[in-house]
């Protein structure tokens, strides 16, 4: 254990053994993938400790009613200044709508959450929060490499792989993904996501930290050169870019076109 | 009878990459039918092993048709109820509807469903066995054509290994636990393998035979839109005609 804590700590220093080391282990894959799990899992505790909390309150329907009521006050006296135009009777209306339609919305909740079930109450509010906290690392993120989770180390790693592979790259598919599985490491600092401001701009430097551990991991695994690797783990995202706005480029024209065609 | 390769060993080998697993598969006397229990042991035990997480999911929660009924209770607390129930047709249509999205939804929202999920112990091998034997001809056609050396029943043994991935939907045991898309990508890593190991290809000709199946699925997909397209708009101008 000692020893493996070593390596993630030598990874996220940038210090070359513990690449090669994990690159030329026989079960890199795995332990790849264990890197990213127990990472992905630790991140997730204070969001299950807070799940389960939440669900084991009595009166957990209310005070999530008492506090979507006083947010939605909140967003409309933060909007004031863009609603000039708008009447305030109006206004006014839609907002008791909204709220109208919520509280019959947590109306409901309260009638279902009186209801009989076989097993004792709070064990389903607790099965979720688990569910959702051991399936949080094999999703997959919003942005390339984003967080510590097992999609976007599949998913663009095979990318990398396959670029790196035509830049010359000489390394194995599980080498690869062992050395690259330490990007995971800065990601330990979203642990810390649930603090204001602080946790956003930890989450920030764990992605530019993690990303430059996954070149290293790429240049170490495939016997590139730094820059090689770069380019390797920036080209999918590149491709995709271009992908992107050349489908819509190309949309658009044809969307122009037909419309032109109408008039 | 043949020896047997297929172990606990090989199988997780196999899902964490190792080559090894995929040769020792491939040199089997036999590795069709090795491959054909893996597939459906594979589809079996994780379909037995959701059933649990379903059980336990729908124990704890309240019954489907007391929550419908009482939502359906809860709707003339609201303003517009009482414009609509005025109309019987109107409201008639409104029940219809109602009946009709509470068949469809919580299924399509993750309620739980033990019935499904009983039913995927014979599904989810069936299933997976038409998926093996599917694209492992498909694969092995271009793996051929490509140079690959291995004989029908290699490249059918050693994708049997690409099924191992599928053991995390067994970690449904788990009430709400959602795999997501890990399993697709990692069934692809673990076929490229699966099909260099058993063409005993280069690396670019075993990524060619692993992505070609799915270019023929999307032509056949393509063409099945298009046919379905214009036979439906024959069909249309036909009734028109009429």
Known sequence: MSEWIRTLW??????????????ERRGAFLQGLLIVLVIGLLVGLPGLIGDVVAGLRPTAIEAEMEQAMAEIDQ???????FLGNVPSGELEAIIAQIKENMR??????????????ILPKPMDRVFQAIGEWASQPFAGSGFPLGAAVLGTWLGYGIWVMLFAKLLGGRGTLAG??????LYAVPHTLSFFAFVPVLGGILGFLAYFWGLAIYVKGTSVSHQLSIERALLAVLLPALVALLVAVVGATGLA??????MSGAS | MGNRTLSLGLVLRALFLDNDAYDQLRDDDNPFMEGLFLVVIIGAITALLNLIGQLLAWAGTPSMSAIKDAVWQAFPTMQWWSQ?????TALEQFKQYYDMGWQIFPALFGAPDPASAAANIVLWPLVAVLSWLIYGTLAHLFARMLGGAGQY????????????????????????????????????ICRYKAIRSAGQMSWGRAVWATLLPFLVYLVLWVVIGVVGGLGLTAAISAMQGR
């Open chain 1, 253 to 258: 024209t044809l969307i122009a076109i037909s």
């Open chain 2, 84 to 88: 609509m129930s005025g109309n019987a």
């Open chain 1, 75 to 81: 967003a409309v006296q933060q909007m004031q200044p």
């Open chain 1, 176 to 181: 690869f993904f062992g050395a690259t599985a």
């Open chain 1, 104 to 117: 019959f919305g947590f109306d409901i909740a309260q009638k279902v959450e009186a209801m009989p079930t």
């Open chain 1, 10 to 23: 030598n990874g996220a220093l940038f210090r070359g053994p513990a690449f090669s080391g994990l690159n």
């Open chain 2, 153 to 188: 029943g290699q490249t059918l043994g050693t994708l049997s290994l690409s099924f191992t991935p599928l053991l995390l939907r067994g970690l449904g045991f788990l009430p709400y636990f959602t795999v997501g898309a890990v399993m697709n990508t990692w069934q692809l």
